[in-house]
């Protein structure tokens, strides 16, 4: 088990990878195990900081089942401020943190080599594949450097994994990023392509998107706790079946919007996509 409060960061340099949504289903996730979670949205687009003003004005503040802060990643002194503040807070079993899809913020270093985990999503296609494989070997030159500092686990997730794309020659192709890719850490399970994985609240539960990634959150849960029986027994507050949340009355009406606040990690596209960084910004 890893000694809590555990932080656990999404990261990739490739936007519209699905990192956000992944990083707020995976905290719904913990809170049906009775784990104390906090969000902390370093993203430039501060998408889930957006997503629970929304929430809030859906479903009021009585059902916020975690805490999500908005934080800048753009100093160094900040960022290590706020690991010291987490490492110090009784009441947080797990922090995850959204970071940028960019790797120009100087907050960045400190916050990867306090991670005690870094999940990296990536999607199988001739574009992700090349930038994530820029991502993952900045990681490695970052843990060269710094030593026995930085102890994060990698878990590298295929995400959005459509199986009707794809030639035979790519699907090779994929197999053989799979293997080089396990040089740098755990490559999960496939998260299959499904609209309910591109929607997510920080309020409503989630129930049609749990199952589709619960492979990959088990394993992610089994690392931190080494067991996958909940952590502790809760009445949940927050997180509940997504049926119990709408309306009595006009329930068909609402039924396709009460499950989440559809925002797209595709937006994250019109972020520019950074090159791999020199020697001189691993310094900083």
Same mark, same amino acid.
């Given at each position: ?30 809170? !049906? ?98 930038? !994530? ?25 295929? =995400? ?5 794309v794809g030639r035979r020659s790519e699907?090779?192709?994929?197999? =053989? ?28 539960g989630l129930d049609m998107a749990l ?49 989440s606040i559809a925002l797209s990690e ?16 691993? =310094?900083?």
């Amino acid at each position: 088990m890893i000694q809590t409060p555990v932080i656990v960061t999404f990261a990739n340099q490739k936007g519209g990878v699905g990192k956000t949504s992944l990083c707020v289903t995976f905290a719904n996730y913990l809170v !049906t195990k009775g784990v104390r979670v906090v969000v902390i949205d370093c993203d430039f687009q501060h998408s889930i900081m957006k997503c629970r003003k929304s929430d809030i004005k859906r479903y009021g503040e009585e059902l916020i089942p975690y805490e999500v802060w908005s934080y800048e990643v753009n100093d160094n002194n900040a960022m290590t401020s706020l690991v010291e503040k987490l490492h110090n807070d009784p009441e947080i079993d797990v922090a995850l943190m959204d970071s940028p899809g960019s790797l120009m913020a100087n907050g960045l270093v400190p916050m990867f080599v306090n991670s005690d985990i870094i999940v990296v999503p990536f999607h199988y296609d001739l574009v992700t594949v090349p930038s !994530t494989a820029s991502f993952l070997m900045f990681l490695d030159r970052l843990r060269k450097m710094v030593g026995a500092k930085m102890k994060a686990r990698l878990f590298i997730v295929p =995400n959005q994994h459509d199986l009707r794309v794809g030639r035979r020659s790519e699907l090779l192709l994929w197999d =053989n990023t799979r293997e080089t890719f396990s040089n740098y850490g755990y490559v999960t399970a496939k998260i299959p392509k499904r609209a309910d994985m591109e929607r997510f609240s920080t309020i409503a539960g989630l129930d049609m998107a749990l199952p589709i990634a619960a492979q990959v959150f088990d394993k992610l849960y089994s690392c931190i706790f080494d067991t996958l029986d909940p952590l502790r027994e809760v009445e949940l507050s927050g997180i509940q079946l997504t049926e119990n949340l709408y309306p009595k009355s006009g329930k068909k009406k609402y039924q396709a919007a009460a499950t989440s606040i559809a925002l797209s990690e595709d937006a994250a596209e019109d972020e520019s996509e950074a090159a791999e960084p020199d020697d001189n910004q691993l =310094n900083q």
